[in-house]
């Protein structure tokens, strides 16, 4: 599984969450809400401290990441992070994991 987050949400990240150099932000399942992938689920952001990172990725001395309880929601499907221009909001969605 990866993480792959696009420039406009970094953006979003720092002006919104105000993350900043050494922090960690976490994508977590919560109950609730829809998704493409679990009816009934969605994600959820929060700062935190990874545990047991399933998959993570770094930008600007932030890590962004998913923790391995959380990795079953996925199923086998990467995770892209963008930013609905619109809402300005978080949007997310999936692509099948290339062998």
Not at 9 to 15: C, G, R, T, V
Not at 63 to 68: A, H, I, L, S
Request: no cysteine; proline share 2%.
């Amino acid at each position: 599984m990866k993480i792959k987050i696009s420039q406009d949400a970094f953006k979003w990240f720092q002006e919104e969450m105000e993350v900043t150099a050494g922090e960690a932000v976490r994508f977590y399942v919560r109950y609730g809400g829809s998704s493409q992938l679990q009816p009934g689920f969605s994600l959820g952001v929060t700062k935190d401290e990874p545990a047991e990172a399933a998959a993570a990725v770094k930008q600007d001395e932030v890590t962004y990441y998913v923790e391995q309880s959380d990795a079953w929601f996925f199923d086998g499907h990467d995770l892209h992070v963008t930013v609905n221009d619109d809402l300005q909001e978080l949007d997310y969605s999936y692509e099948k994991e290339s062998a």
